[in-house]
């Protein structure tokens, strides 16, 4: 079994290069992801059919889409779906790592960030001594769309937070807070997959979207029940909103911030991104 860092105060890569392939959410077609050591920190990306052109470092402004999912533009070249990656990346405590794509799309492999821990765990990790310590917010950020909102405020460590509130029996209300650590991420977050209505499915399908949804990597609520049980928490919606949460505050950094979001989407995450990347500046140098 893989040690994970203690916390989030070190800085870290991988041990070695590792490679994954699979399908896109949306395109349905393969995709392929390599990642590899950085000995500068940030995430980097770079593609695998045009290695010449430079790795570019992943941040808030490169946001150009967030419907259904988290999409990057990387000087015209589009990414597509890159939170659950990212996630996994910054929650196990990775810092400095370069990431290599074939494809428009990062594979959405189980809708879980766990086949990215397992990859990370493949390839090992290796500290970089610590960080500088992170910049603290000097006041509260809140940010609101229609009843939906996330807040951040200054915090010792990091706490991220999601409340949901659907109509479907199913899925209900859930709230779920925690302080978050590499261990905490593996355990409790990175395991939860993306969930949709059966409802929505038939009408993201018929608009040539989620050609690569199958029962295999998301959960499927037909308002009752689930469509392919069993779920791995009895919670995992939730879950699978801060593991969205995560990815996206990853494009900046994590903050010593507690972040809660209510009824969150990869807009307001981003959003959220955004100002922080203002009012701080989060990345390491
Ligand atoms: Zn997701």
Redesign the pocket.
């Known amino acids: 079994m893989t040690s994970w860092p203690d916390d989030y105060s070190g800085a870290w890569t991988l041990g070695g290069r590792a490679e994954i392939e699979g399908i896109g959410l949306h395109s349905g077609a393969p995709a392929r992801v390599r990642l590899a050591p950085a000995s500068r920190a940030g995430f980097w990306l770079g593609w695998l059919d045009a290695p010449d052109l430079p790795p570019q470092r992943l941040e808030p402004r490169l946001v150009c889409e967030t419907t259904l ?1 988290t999409t990057l533009d990387l000087a015209g070249r589009r990414l597509a ?1 890159v ?2 990656l990212l996630a996994a990346l910054a929650g196990t405590g990775l810092t400095h790592v370069e990431i290599w794509v074939e494809g428009a799309e990062v594979p959405l492999l189980d ?1 879980s960030a766990l086949p990215w821990v397992n990859l990370i765990a493949e390839a090992g990790m290796r500290s970089l001594g610590s960080l500088p310590e992170r910049p603290r917010l000097g006041r509260p950020l809140t940010l609101q769309t229609g009843s939906s909102f996330v807040t951040a405020m200054s915090a010792e460590e990091l706490h991220l937070g999601a409340a949901i509130d659907f109509d479907q029996p199913a899925i209900g209300r859930q709230v779920l807070a925690l302080a978050l650590t590499p261990r905490t991420f593996v355990a409790e977050i990175a395991p939860a997959r ?1 969930f949709g209505l059966l409802s929505q499915v038939e009408q993201l399908r018929a608009a040539g979207l989620i050609q690569g949804g199958a029962l295999d990597n998301a959960l499927v609520c037909d308002g009752e029940r689930w469509l392919n049980p069993p779920l791995r928490f009895a919670d995992e919606p939730v879950r ?1 909103k801060i ?2 949460l995560f ?1 996206d505050l990853a494009l900046v950094g994590l903050p010593r911030a507690q972040v809660f979001a209510y009824r969150g989407s990869h807009r307001l995450h981003t959003d959220l991104a955004s100002a922080l990347d203002v009012e701080l500046s989060l990345l390491p140098a």
Do not use: N, P, R
């Open positions: 999912c779906t939170e659950h809708g993306t699978h593991l969205d990815g």
